[in-house]
């Protein structure tokens, strides 16, 4: 599934302008901890995460995942979608919460990495 | 493969510019054409360092240096140092205040995941002077046996 598949099946909008949608996502993780995802973290993953703050564009990056899907309708700063664009990791924001997005990435076979 | 040295300052408490010297050494490493494995697990054990400088030391630096077999990466701080390294090293362990643990950090996993990640770690520490952190990865990804020593 791409990115803009995912994008349209847990009802988000792509707030990154340049990063390719095209590109496929391999799995789906959920988790707050940074540190858990710095060491559970893989390519081409989707990851579920209330935090918005600038590292999380750096653990995405350093794991080279597909893109991070903010839940719950939370707002990402502009600083943070501009570096996320600058790395090439797509950001996902929708209002649903994350145990949703799980149970629909879930249904349509994306798996846990 | 040349001999490099690449030296990142680390400022304590910049959450903002937290992890780009991580993903700088990143880029060198992929440029260099090492091993994707090396290069990946390289990035998370330098990530953690990097974050470790930024939450608990009172500044400092990390250190790349690429060899023909290997690559080192050191981290150094000024302070405060370490009173218990084996209490530190313990997953799930961290002294992170309540607001560095509410942006999701503080999980008491980055001496442990830096272990796991690097062929070989030491970490030697003394209260008042400071912490200094060797990890070496092998560029032809065969993980060394003895993996971590600690003084």
Redesign the interface.
Known sequence: MTIQELAALVEANIVTASVDTGREVECGYTCDLLSWVMANGSEGMAWITVQTHMNVIAVATLHDMSCVIIPEGIKVEDDVIGKADEEGVAILTTSLGAYEICGRMNAKGIPAK | MSQLREEFQITAMD??T???A??RI?RILKKLGVNANVV?RL??AC??AE?NLVIHSMGGKLVLLVGENEVTLISEDVGPGIPDIRLAMSEGYSTASENVRM????????LA?MA?NADRFHIQSKVGEGTRIEMIFMIKDSRAEDKSEVS
């Open positions: 959450f903002v937290a992890g780009e991580s993903s990143k990946r990035s998370i990530y953690e974050i942006m999701g950090f503080g999980a008491g996993m980055g995941n796991r």
